[in-house]
């Protein structure tokens, strides 16, 4: 049930669309940088939903991927002078976020060699069957979708959907894919999540 | 990158939202990470120190109705401040660099006004400095603040 009161939070009651969070993020810090203090919260609220997805889309757990956007934020503290252009901070966190989520993914690798195969191919604590029950059709087909791509093609798009101005020289580097390829592989991708709706029918 | 790739995209996002949102608790702590990580280090609190409104008349020199605001910054410069009227002096202290320095003075509701320091330091500012107020002073990319002060 929580998970319809997000979805209606993130529409207006007019159902129009509120402002994006990288715009809200945006905002915030430029507000933050001219000397509202309380702004910085405002900065964390926008953003801590789309960190949440993107490290997700890694493949973490719950519990870790709460850890990566913790030490996300906590690099924001240390290093937030270094972000030159305040336009810049939503796609700074995003990709700061993205760096952490692969380097916890590596050393969960290293620290647990035995589990490596298991670990490569499921997403663990990934979505209960409470919550697939609860979508709406368009959702559950979405859903169902997305469940037929492999690995990689779930992790690209689930980052750029959560991406302010998808930046792919960045992401080819934490994707491990050339620079060239991204697009064309995102398009590969959505055309397989189209077919994947269309064959899938009612799924 | 076709318009139906960015709304499919879009209609992903929204679906993420509902399969996998985060757990309800998350934003609050993430804010009181924030919070607890000691933004002060780097974004400086003036702490306000001495107000002439906590002091017994007598002990104000004499300055009629004029307020005055001392606030002290963690790295161990000052800022004194003395409204009087639409008048708002006041003066850096213990700031080794004066250069680029800039003071703003701002109400809650929502005026501002900012100046540059003469070589030792001093600012003025013609400013209807009413209702709550607070200071910032901007040094580069180093920023300061008060809490706001009810004047």
Redesign the interface.
């Known amino acids: 049930m ?3 009161v ?2 209606s939070e ?1 529409r207006g009651a007019g159902g129009q669309l509120e402002e994006s969070p990288w715009d809200k993020a945006r905002g915030a810090f430029v507000a933050w ?1 001219a ?1 509202d ?1 309380t702004a ?2 405002d900065l ?2 926008a953003m ?2 789309v960190l ?2 993107v490290v ?1 889309a890694y493949g973490h757990d ?1 519990e870790s991927a ?1 850890d990566v ?2 030490a996300t ?2 690099g ?3 290093l ?2 270094t972000i030159e252009d305040p336009q810049a901070v939503a796609s700074w966190l995003i990709t700061s976020a993205r760096r952490g989520a692969a380097a916890h993914a590596r050393t969960a690798r290293r620290a647990a060699p035995v589990e490596d195969e298991t670990l490569a191919s499921v997403l663990p604590d ?2 209960s069957a409470e ?2 029950a609860v ?2 059709d ?2 559950s087909r ?2 169902g979708a ?1 469940t037929t791509l492999d690995e990689r093609c779930r992790k690209l ?2 980052v ?3 991406m302010d101005r998808p930046d792919y020289h960045s992401l080819s580097q934490d994707l491990d894919m050339p620079v060239g390829s991204i ?1 064309p592989t ?2 590969r991708c ?1 055309a397989k ?2 077919t994947a709706l269309t064959t899938g029918g009612e799924r | 990158m076709t318009t139906g790739d960015n709304r499919l995209l879009d209609d992903l996002r929204d679906m993420w939202r509902l399969v996998d949102p985060p757990p309800p608790g998350l934003t609050a702590t993430m804010i009181a990470t924030v919070a607890a990580a000691d933004l002060d280090d780097e974004w400086e609190l003036l702490v306000l120190v001495r107000d002439s409104a906590d002091e017994p008349a007598a002990q104000v020199r004499g300055l009629g109705t004029a307020r005055m605001l001392y606030f002290n910054a963690a790295e161990g410069w000052s800022l004194e401040a003395e409204i009087d009227g639409d008048q708002v002096r006041g003066q850096l202290l213990d700031l080794d660099d004066l250069s680029g320095v800039e003071v703003t003075l701002e109400t809650a509701a929502g005026e501002s006004w900012t100046t540059g320091l003469d070589e030792v330091g001093f600012f003025s500012i013609q400013a209807e400095a009413t209702g709550s107020i607070r200071f910032t002073v901007r040094r580069g990319q180093a920023v300061a603040s008060s809490r706001w002060v009810e004047i």
């Open positions: 929580g998970t319809m997000t979805m993130h940088r000397g203090a910085v919260d964390v609220s801590t939903p949440w997805h997700r719950r709460e956007i913790q934020w906590l924001f503290v240390r937030h002078q990934e979505v919550t697939v979508l709406d368009e959702a979405l859903w997305v798009l689930r750029i959907a959560f697009g995102r398009a959505l999540v189209r």
